[in-house]
């Protein structure tokens, strides 16, 4: 068994319903190379009265290859693999399932049955009545038998919430829990780092996080005896590198209109302040309909893409914003550029573009760490929301804000810097004709509090003051509850 690093919480709810004593149907789904696979795997250790991985749709244009039969015969392989005999594969889902139920009633009934089909929207493509047949055999007999842990996976969150979580047919409630494994959090890499015996301080593993997100799948890429830079070339610059076609095989493997959904995310990449579904529409072309809002669904709870809402806007008015670290990284210095030097990014650490990557990326890093921030700010017990906030006449904007139940709004800064951050005289007269405007426009009655949040920590000086608290970028590598 391979060390499980981090998944805590979902660790100890995978063990509860182990031992629930009742038949239970788990969903575990999030974003592809997030380790969902690994986690199940690897936390039953092989405990599987049925362990299946749908085949990848890839090859479903090739001529001849009719994707459905060869999903069954897999399916088939996988229930000979574990004990069953039968001579002929099954003539469709309904049929498989039922030789899965004989296969599982064959098996000893004191022992928990853990049933695990993984990758299961692949086989439901082109599968129109796959679903009904997985609706049956957990209607007609999985939810009878109270020894059966049914455990289903799948990277395509959409399908996933469409047809197992949110479906309206016999599926509707059927799931007794689910799981949305997110990327690893700056606590869960340092640990991973810790494992793999990579030797990179708080500074550098923020900047990992800025190229790779907590994605376990990329950071095994990462070699021991490199420098973070010089792995980045390694994967990202060289012609060989591991990573340096990701992008493309990453959405088409989830996305059956692949080439759509990578549109929307380089038009999100280039507007760094997010696009209304309209605004969307307009750039990209696609038709502004049902179908761009189910996109933009889909992308949002594959975690890629957040939504939300401006502070005092309206609700109606929705925007969109690409926050996936790997999709950012790559579409700023990868996409598009055959040209670039194997050793680009050990030979531009120091220059300007790079530096202004850092101190947007670093705000990016800030938001998917809301709750360390609010720990370390010593409110995380007050009930509160954080949105940005921008002037309607665009003279001021605030990337992070939050509106606390306690009659307090707390106006966050991020600032990246290889060294303690000193407040400015410019910076200072920012800082105050960003709250005056805040306070003008939205008539803010609350008391208004500014917060650093920074690498180093904050130089005292005569500007510092305007700051009612700073935290060093530790305060993001804290471990949850």
Request: aromatic share 14%; hydrophobic share 35%.
């Amino acid at each position: 068994m391979q060390q499980i690093i981090g998944r805590q919480k979902e660790r100890e709810e995978l063990v509860r319903l182990y031992h629930s004593g009742r038949p239970e149907f788990v969903v575990v789904y999030g974003r592809r190379r997030v380790g969902k696979t690994f986690l199940i795997r690897e936390h039953f250790e092989g405990r599987f009265a049925f362990y299946h991985t749908g085949l990848s749709p890839a090859e479903k244009d090739t001529e001849g290859f009719d994707l459905k039969r060869e999903q069954l015969r897999s399916f088939c392989t996988s229930l000979q693999q574990y004990g069953g005999e039968w001579d002929t594969y099954p003539a469709d889902w309904f049929d498989a399932f039922d030789c899965l139920k004989d296969l599982l009633e064959m098996q000893s009934s004191n022992e928990r049955l853990v049933v695990f089909i993984d990758e299961l929207p692949w086989m439901g493509l082109e599968s129109p009545g796959f679903v009904t047949a997985l609706e049956h055999f957990w209607n007609n007999w999985g939810a009878a038998c109270a020894n059966l842990m049914l455990i289903v996976c799948g990277s395509a969150a959409s399908w996933m919430s469409d047809n197992i979580l949110n479906s309206t047919g016999g599926l509707y409630g059927r799931a007794t829990f689910d799981i949305h494994l997110e990327p690893f959090s700056l606590w869960e890499c340092e640990q991973f780092f810790q494992s793999r015996n990579i030797s990179m301080d708080r500074y550098d593993q923020i900047q990992s996080y800025m190229a790779f997100g907590g994605i376990p799948y990329y950071l095994n890429y990462l070699q021991p005896n490199r420098s973070l830079a010089q792995n980045i070339d390694s994967l990202f610059f060289s012609k060989s590198g591991k990573l340096r076609k990701e992008f493309s095989k990453l959405y088409k493997s989830l996305f059956a209109d692949s080439d759509k959904y990578m549109q929307i995310v380089r038009t999100l990449a280039a507007k760094r302040d997010g696009l209304t579904r309209k605004e969307i529409a307009e750039k990209t072309g696609i038709a502004y309909n049902g179908r761009l809002t189910k996109m933009l669904k889909t992308l949002v709870l594959s975690d890629f893409v957040v939504s939300y809402i401006y502070y005092g806007g309206s609700a109606k008015e929705v925007y969109y914003k690409l926050t996936d670290s790997f999709s950012l990284f790559y579409l700023k210095f990868v996409d598009n550029q055959p040209n670039v030097r194997e050793n680009f990014w050990t030979t531009n650490l120091r220059t300007p573009q790079l530096n202004t990557w850092r101190g947007l990326a670093f705000e990016d890093v800030c938001m998917t760490h809301i709750r360390q921030i609010k720990k370390a700010l010593g409110f995380s017990a007050v009930e509160s929301t954080s949105s940005p906030w921008r002037s309607k006449e665009g003279k001021a904007q605030i990337d992070l804000l939050f509106d606390r139940a306690d009659r307090v709004v707390c106006v966050c800064e991020m600032k990246f810097s290889s060294s303690e951050f000193s407040v400015d005289k410019e910076y200072d007269a920012e800082l105050r004709r960003k709250v005056d405007r805040f306070a003008e426009e939205t008539r803010c009655r609350k008391s208004i509090q500014l917060a650093l949040v920074t690498t180093y920590g904050l130089t005292r000086n005569s500007y510092s003051g305007q700051f009612h608290s700073a935290i060093t970028m530790d305060a993001l590598f804290e471990k949850e509850a």
